[in-house]
């Protein structure tokens, strides 16, 4: 699901690969991954596979002038259109069979990425796969 990442115009960088470390002038950037699943029988031939989807984006670098309510004003925007980007398109244009459960960890987070601290958003959301065979 990675080269399926959104693309908004709050969103400034999607990498596909993760890199060494964020530069300020790639942010807000976003990433997501696969979490955990169930995988189950569906019907006789459909297998089901229920996967957690973990969706970071990292707006704003802590320090250098970034306190707590730049972090909130930059990131309420772009909470606001990720979960109504997600909700307008629950295939992900066809690459799943639908998501469910999309939640958000809060209005703002203090996100961690290779030792650096960022304000920024989680998202979680179950994308349901049906595959058949097998």
């Given at each position: 699901?990675?080269?399926?990442?959104?693309?908004?115009?709050?969103?400034?960088?999607?990498p596909t690969a993760m890199?060494?470390?964020?530069?300020?002038?790639?942010?807000?950037?976003?990433f997501a991954w696969p979490g955990v699943a169930t995988?189950?029988?569906?019907a006789i031939g459909i297998r089901r596979q229920d996967r957690t989807i973990i969706v970071r984006v990292y707006?704003?670098?802590?320090g250098l002038g970034q306190g707590?309510?730049?972090?909130?004003?930059?990131?309420?925007p772009i909470v606001q259109a990720i979960g109504d980007a997600y909700l307008k398109d629950v295939s992900l244009s066809g690459?799943?069979?639908h998501l469910s459960n999309i939640r958000d960890?809060?209005?703002?987070?203090?996100?961690?990425?290779?030792?650096?601290n960022f304000w920024g958003i989680e998202f979680t959301f179950t994308a349901v796969e049906k595959l058949s065979g097998g």
């Open positions: 699901l990675r080269d399926k990442q959104l693309t908004l115009p709050e969103i400034k960088s999607a890199p060494a470390s964020l530069n300020a002038s790639d942010l807000p950037l976003i995988w189950s029988q569906q707006v704003l670098p802590v707590v309510d730049e972090g909130f004003q930059a990131v309420l690459a799943v069979d960890g809060g209005m703002l987070e203090l996100l961690t990425y290779a030792g650096n």
